[in-house]
């Protein structure tokens, strides 16, 4: 899909598309490291996180670049919030890379000047992030997306169901922050634990119900089998996301 996007892809696109795909590679070369160089895959320091940032944040980038294109917005904002968010992507990435290599946690640490300033830079960017995904979500319910049939649905569910997965990551944030404020940094590191689900599963909903509403317009079914195809797969990704949050409210 990547390919067919690259053919008539503008410039920014082009920019998000390689910017996602060279995110995609660098978790997976840290993948590579954790097989050789070892040490745990779960904490605060882990080779998980660039793993798991890198290509959780370049598939991001690459399905919104991509959805977006269905939005009905001028190219000018587009163009200027996907930049944005490419540089935003970079920066949460490099951030928590550059910490996994220090061996000692991105996020909620506040040991040392440096660590301060990586770990508030990511939460800006946070910030910045719950700012433009929200700005193209808004923009997906003002105006009917274009596409193939269940495509306006798998986008509006997509970006619906990724708003959850800000509000837990803010939470997630809030929380953390709090705990560290009060003396207890341990904890802090520790009280992510019960919204990761929750966040990992609704983050990618924007991918995965758009990119089946695109490969069901490649069939021969009919538009009724397509849509109520897309339908039933927002509603099992509707229970998947409760389930998370339940499973998160009960342990935390």
């Known amino acids: 899909m990547t390919r067919v996007l690259m053919k008539h892809a503008r410039p920014v696109e082009r920019l998000c598309l390689t910017t996602g795909a060279l995110l995609i590679l660098t978790g997976l070369v840290h993948l590579v490291v954790f097989a050789v160089a070892g040490g745990p895959w779960y904490g605060p320091v882990s080779w998980r996180k660039p793993v798991t940032f890198g290509l959780s944040f370049g598939a991001t980038l690459i399905a919104v670049t991509w959805v977006t294109s269905y939005l009905r917005v001028g190219e000018r904002p587009r163009t200027v919030l996907l930049a944005v968010f490419a540089a935003d992507c970079v920066v949460e990435v490099g951030g928590i890379t550059v910490q996994a290599w220090r061996r000692v946690p991105s996020h909620l640490d506040m040991e040392t000047p440096f660590d301060t300033a990586v770990s508030m830079t990511l939460a800006v960017g946070g910030g910045v992030l719950v ?22 649905l798998a986008v509006r569910s997509g970006f619906a169901i990724l708003l959850v997965a800000l509000a837990s990551g803010a939470a997630m944030i809030a929380r953390g922050v709090v705990l560290v404020r009060t003396g207890h940094q341990e904890a802090a590191y520790h009280s992510t634990a019960p919204l990761k689900p929750l966040h990992g ?13 695109w490969l069901l317009s490649r069939t021969s079914w009919s538009e009724t089998a397509r849509l109520r195809t897309v339908a039933v797969a927002v509603g099992c990704y509707a229970v998947a996301v409760v389930g998370a949050g339940v499973w998160a409210v009960l342990t935390y």
């Open 131 to 152: 700012v433009l995904l929200t700005a193209f979500a808004v923009a997906s319910f003002r105006h009917r997306p274009t596409g193939p049939t269940g495509m306006a």
């Open 201 to 213: 599963v609704s983050l990618h909903a924007v991918l995965v119900l758009p990119a089946l509403a």
